[in-house]
């Protein structure tokens, strides 16, 4: 069994910061990417950003420039973070924690996701 657990999301004001956190666990064999989606009503989850195993991210345009993924060093990809500055309204979401690995005695890999954690963005 694998889990992921999100933390950190919460109310701030229009150009405040959050920190998320997402800590990955169980039986795991090799973790090949970790990320963040958000999804509002009505709409599709949509990547907000991700980090490779090799060190290597993606971040959604709109969130360029203003939030930063990151890990605990380079030979730890089960505890990351989501660093976001300049918050604006538009932020507000609901933020799911995702990973794409192997799980142990497996040979694939497979997407496993968070429950989700509330950032609201107030004007």
């Known amino acids: 069994q694998v889990q992921l657990v999100e933390s950190g999301g919460g109310l701030v004001q229009h150009g405040g910061s959050l920190r998320l956190s997402c800590a990955a666990s169980?039986?795991?064999?090799?973790?090949?990417?970790m990320g963040w989606y958000r999804q509002t009503p009505g709409t599709q989850r949509e990547l907000v950003a991700r980090i490779y195993s090799v060190g290597l991210t993606d971040y959604a345009d709109s969130v360029k420039g203003r939030f930063t993924i990151s890990r605990d060093n380079p030979g730890n990809m089960s505890q990351v973070y989501l660093q976001m500055n300049n918050l604006k309204t538009e932020d507000t979401a609901v933020y799911y924690c995702?990973?794409?690995?192997?799980?142990?005695?497996?040979?694939?890999?497979?997407?496993?996701w968070g429950q989700g954690t509330q950032v609201t963005v107030s004007s």
């Open positions: 169980g039986s795991i064999a090799s973790i090949i990417t």
């Open positions: 995702t990973s794409n690995l192997i799980h142990s005695g497996s040979i694939r890999t497979r997407d496993y």
